[in-house]
């Protein structure tokens, strides 16, 4: 009953019914609640009904005044009481892109990123402290810069990613002042700045960690490191070429750059002999286990001999940045700078996970220097949340069509969605020679693929140009124009080449 007798809110009080022993470990309990929230308390909501009234009494500003109940609620009918003033609210919003797994599997965890440290030596993240037994200690007396926001999408528990304006030192600083570990830190060449992923090792919500940061002047960006999946949807021939109007006989991608971001890769598979320019592992300390998902990218894109990929002659520049299907954002960006460094004119991101501003920010600034971004659009099914990277502007959000150019039942939709490719049951290299693969991800490939075939005919092509023309050229499908799940339509490559 005592555990149940306080919903949502901290009562100051013990009911005259709980027992001594009950009595103290619920008193134990509140002390714990009282030191996280010792900094100014604001709340984090995701709840689409609460008015700007009922958030200014959660948030305990100023404006709220005294149209606010003691529990923080709104007075007068305006806000639902009992919501606590102090309660710091974490949705677990999970993007789940791949097909449910048996019940009771057990979760997987995001691997560690380049430079984390391993105590067993097998190259995992080492188990979790344990939760403090006392009180937890935050930094007192913080004004914070900017209120709190829910976060959306699943993310590392106990890590934050923050860019620093400022050296190891200032990073150190930060680490010390706030009661954070830092765990990496590398200059982002995307970013403009230094990120940092800070560990937090006494149990205090993301979310609080982060609103605390946004006092310091000296952090710019401040996120949840945010966990992505690939988009692998279960599933004869390549029909691609036939319905994006590429002929293979004339296909080339030759000597464009392309990067793919994605599993490692099986580069003795025929189809990849002399197609992959460079390889790079964001996760090093994580050996490969599954090299089928990047394999199939790769050579969708690429590939030579029998499994011809749609830009034969293209230069792969392939970044491992998953294991077990999943990736952390930390991992994620140290890819994309690889990339950027390579001087690619193609990055293809065969991933979905949510929205992230430094996600956003770096692949605004790739596009700056003249890349263009495909991204899959998901694979969650017409309910889903938009997808991410693919959402962003400037990115080619790619859903995937069958042979009959309908689309793939499992496919995000949405006003983000740019433009269809054949995505469903197609023939593909894999770590084990060659497989069926269904999936926005592959649809993605082959818009990569025929993008490489657009620079190789017409370098001098931007971005914005080749955006424009896909658009204009698309075979519109489903309702007339542009639409949530087909986008622009099916990619014509022949109108988009001969496009003006």
């Known amino acids: 009953m005592a555990a149940n007798a306080i919903p949502g809110k901290v009562r100051r009080g013990f009911p005259s019914g709980i027992a001594s022993g009950p009595r103290i470990i619920l008193r134990a309990a509140l002390l714990a609640a009282a030191a996280l ?17 009922q958030v200014d009494c959660l948030n305990r ?34 993007v789940d892109l791949f097909p449910n797994p048996p019940v009771g599997a057990a979760p997987q965890t995001p691997a560690p990123s380049n430079g984390a440290s391993s105590s067993n030596g097998s190259g995992n993240r080492p188990p979790p402290a344990p939760a403090p037994s006392g009180p937890v200690t935050v930094p007192q007396g913080l004004n914070l810069a900017e209120p709190p926001r829910a976060i959306a999408g699943d993310f590392v ?81 390549n029909y691609a070429f036939d319905r994006i109007a590429l002929d293979s006989k004339q296909a080339s991608g030759e000597n464009v750059r392309v990067a793919v971001i994605d599993t490692g890769i099986d580069d003795t598979n025929p189809a990849l002999a002399g197609v992959i320019a460079d390889q790079y592992d964001a996760m090093p300390n994580v050996p490969i286990e599954k090299r089928d998902h990047g394999t199939s990218v790769d050579g969708l894109i690429a590939g030579v001999g029998p499994l011809e990929g749609m830009a034969p002659g293209a230069k792969i520049y392939h970044a491992r940045a998953f294991e077990g299907g999943k990736s952390t954002m930390d991992i994620i960006l140290s890819a994309l700078d690889w990339a950027a460094e390579q001087n690619v004119r193609i990055i293809n991101m065969s991933f979905v996970g949510p929205k992230n501003d430094l996600l956003g920010t770096a692949c605004r600034n790739a596009r700056a220097e003249g890349m263009v971004l495909v991204a899959a659009a998901g694979n969650n099914g017409p309910k889903a949340p938009y997808g991410y990277p693919a959402a962003f502007d400037g990115v080619i959000a790619v859903t995937a069509t069958d042979a009959k150019d309908g689309l793939m039942p499992q496919a995000n939709r949405g ?82 080449g001969a496009a003006k």
């Open 157 to 237: 528990p106990d890590e934050v990613l923050v860019t620093v304006d400022g050296d190891a030192g200032v990073v150190q600083q930060i680490a010390n002042s706030f009661g954070l570990h830092v765990r990496s830190q590398r200059q982002s060449r995307l970013l403009g700045s230094t990120l940092v992923r800070f560990g937090i090792t006494d149990g205090r919500p993301v979310g609080v960690v982060l609103a605390q940061l946004a006092a310091d002047g000296r952090t710019q960006r401040r996120e949840p490191n945010h966990i992505y999946t690939l988009q692998q949807a279960a599933g004869i021939v």
């Open 415 to 496: 006003a983000y969605v740019f433009i269809s490719a054949p995505g469903v049951e197609m023939v593909a290299p894999s770590g084990a020679g060659s497989d069926v693969v269904t999936g926005t991800s592959f649809a993605a490939a082959i818009v990569s693929g025929a993008i490489a075939n657009l620079i190789h005919a017409a370098p001098e092509r931007s971005a914005d140009d080749i955006e424009k023309a896909l658009a204009a050229t698309a075979k519109d499908l489903g309702p007339k124009g542009r639409d949530n799940d087909f986008g622009y339509g099916l990619m014509d490559i022949k109108a988009a």
């Open 61 to 94: 500003t100023t404006a709220a005044g005294a149209g606010c109940d003691k529990d923080g609620g709104a007075k007068n009918g305006e806000g639902t009481p009992g919501t606590a003033g102090g309660a710091v609210f974490l949705p677990a919003l999970i």
């Open 37 to 53: 929230t010792a900094a100014p308390a604001f709340a984090q909501t995701n709840d689409p009904n609460l008015t700007q009234k």
